[in-house]
């Protein structure tokens, strides 16, 4: 009798990631993984980690290649995050390219981050954290925004909840332009 795989919830718990030296071939071979490619495998991802020569001041850049064991679809931003937060760390900045349709690769369920230097900070983005938990937080154009909560073993500890959040948008009408990312002015033309 067939195992039925476990499938992959929010609030499946990680384990932590490992090194492989073997990876398997689509016909069941097992194949030593070269030296200058790091393979890390948990209990929900398979990352692949590589080097990429990119000049300066944004190199070096290291790419993640990363899937689910199940080989089903992810696009779940905090587990992306959370990916790159074990692997490069806490203060390495990532970007997930939206390539022209000229540089597009769709072959599989796999999903791409290319990581900076820890201290790099791209030209663009948030100039600060701010993090909330919890269903139907106030959002910075008054809307109300949806946010599932964080499990147990992922809550970072300056989150706030959806209420204090709500409070603290209430007390200050403009703290959606103080938490404002960098902006561009465009010219008309």
Known sequence: MKRKREMHTYHTKWTPFFRCT????GTGEQVQIPDDIVVLRNNIFTVTLEG???PP???P???????RNDRQTIHDWRELQRIKNMIMGEECEAVEIYPAESRVHDTANQYHLWCFAPGYQLPFGYMGRFVADEKNTPG????NAKQRPFSEDDKPADCISGTELGERFS???TLGSKLAHRRMKLKAG
Request: one cysteine or more.
């Open 22 to 25: 073997f990876w398997t071939t």
């Open 57 to 59: 001041p944004m190199g």
């Open 52 to 54: 990429c020569d990119v």
């Open 61 to 67: 850049v290291a790419w993640l290649s990363i899937k």
């Open 171 to 173: 007390a200050d009408p």
């Open 140 to 143: 910075t154009i008054g809307s």
